[in-house]
T-cell receptor
């Protein structure tokens, strides 16, 4: 079973609109962290935002916020006021702490294209 | 802002040859990682390294692979006898000390694109 599922392979959004990128996860570990990374066409991986499983509030970082719904096991990324430079692949990732895992498990990504 | 640096940015190697990918993690970070991303696919964890030894490795990280921290700054991934399917983008990442109560984000380098001919 997939641990991280991103159901939107591609999205087109008009500039200045808000966009929500979906991510659902599967774990039985009560302690875990969720991450979002951005990968522009140049290939680098840029850390955007993090949410811990015990965090009471949704994470926010500038125009990025994470809509964390623990009971539904979803951690959607919301980008407000989208810009042309937001066009990129976006990956949701998880790290499970209980088993002592170090590595991140990534989803397949969503290719976001911002249109002028 | 400190960053993870990887060299070379692109490496072309004949099948069967050995290749070494190099990384300089962020200076105060203690955990180091290698990931790979085959073209068009998701990023996959290979190995983590802490206190001069492998902390965790995935099924992908078989005897063909090895990692080393030869000095105080470099972190290397060696692939012996490369195969065509080793062609991928290889990312190095680092993070501050890992604790059970926090998830330090892993900061990635720009990657090395490895092409096996």
């Amino acid at each position: 079973a997939q641990k991280i599922t991103q159901t939107q392979p591609g999205m087109f959004v008009q500039e200045k609109e808000a966009v929500t990128l979906d991510c659902t996860y599967d774990t039985s570990d009560p302690s875990y962290g969720l991450f979002w990374y951005k990968q522009p066409s140049s290939g680098e991986m840029i850390f955007l935002i993090y949410q811990g499983s015990y965090d009471q509030q949704n994470a926010t970082e500038g125009r990025y916020s994470l809509n964390f719904q623990k009971a539904r096991k979803s951690a959607n990324l919301v980008i407000s006021a989208s810009q042309l430079g937001d066009s990129a692949m976006y990956f949701c990732a998880m790290r499970e702490l209980g088993g002592g895992a170090d590595g991140l498990t990534f989803g397949k990504g969503t290719h976001l294209i911002i249109q002028p | 802002e400190p960053e993870v640096t990887q060299t070379p940015s692109h490496q072309v190697t004949q099948m069967g040859q050995e290749v070494i990918l190099r990384c300089v993690p962020i200076s105060n970070h203690l955990y180091f990682y290698w990931y790979r991303q085959i073209l068009g696919q998701k990023v996959e964890f290979l190995v983590s390294f802490y206190n001069n030894e492998i902390s965790e490795k995935s099924e992908i990280f078989d005897d063909q692979f090895s990692v080393e921290r030869p000095d105080g700054s470099n972190f290397t991934l060696k692939i012996r006898s490369t195969k065509l399917e080793d062609s991928a983008m290889y990312f190095c990442a680092s993070s501050e000390a890992l604790t059970a109560d926090s998830n330090q984000p892993q900061h990635f380098g720009d990657g090395t694109r490895l092409s096996i001919l």
